[in-house]
């Protein structure tokens, strides 16, 4: 059974490799807890998924927050609470034009490239300063900082953007 383990472990680190979210990471390390205890008692599966199960938790819990944190400030770009929430508000440039849903661009987001859509349903030019305005599944809708749409496109003068919606407090951080 330690070998299962080790396997799942290495799988997981090759899932974090190409994610960076640093959730893969910490169940392979329960993983690979498990394996140990695999190696010691091999007809203990409960205790060696208990022992998985709560090393993958502590990691998350406890390591997580500070590896992603060190990671983020290192590499650039922001630390957002919850999974979208940090994300709409945030200022980021577009690296290439930005259109409509049929026609998606690129924006530079936390060190990474994202999929983006323009919130005005008009072509937004590359190097563009834009908001992020909302989240769709995995790709930002965006809006110019500036609420000008670049010459590139079919309007001329100011569009001004809908309201950010404040981002949710998931840390729970209440009063």
């Known amino acids: 059974m330690a070998v299962a383990w080790l396997v799942l472990g290495i799988v997981l680190v090759a899932v974090e490799l190409t994610h960076f979210a640093f959730f893969a990471l910490f169940a392979a390390m329960g993983a690979f807890a498990a394996a140990g205890v695999a190696w010691v008692a091999p007809s203990a599966l409960p205790l060696q998924v208990l022992v998985a199960i709560l090393v993958s938790a502590l990691g998350i819990w406890l390591v997580r927050p500070l590896v992603s944190t060190a990671f983020h400030r ?3 770009g922001h ?3 919850g999974v979208h929430g940090g994300l ?8 290439d034009d ?3 849903s049929g026609h998606p661009g690129h924006v530079r987001l936390a060190g990474e490239r994202w999929l983006a859509i323009s919130g005005a349903d008009l072509t937004i030019a590359a190097g563009t300063k834009v908001l992020v305005m909302d989240v769709a599944g995995t790709t930002l809708v965006v809006w110019p900082v500036d609420g000008v749409i670049p010459p ?7 569009v001004l953007p809908p309201e950010v919606p404040e981002a949710e407090d998931t840390e729970g951080d209440g009063p």
């Open 74 to 76: 290192r590499h650039g």
């Open 79 to 81: 630390v957002s609470p």
């Open 88 to 95: 709409v508000g945030q200022e980021v440039t577009t690296l």
């Open 98 to 100: 930005v259109g409509s």
């Open 152 to 158: 590139s496109s079919e309007v001329g003068q100011p």
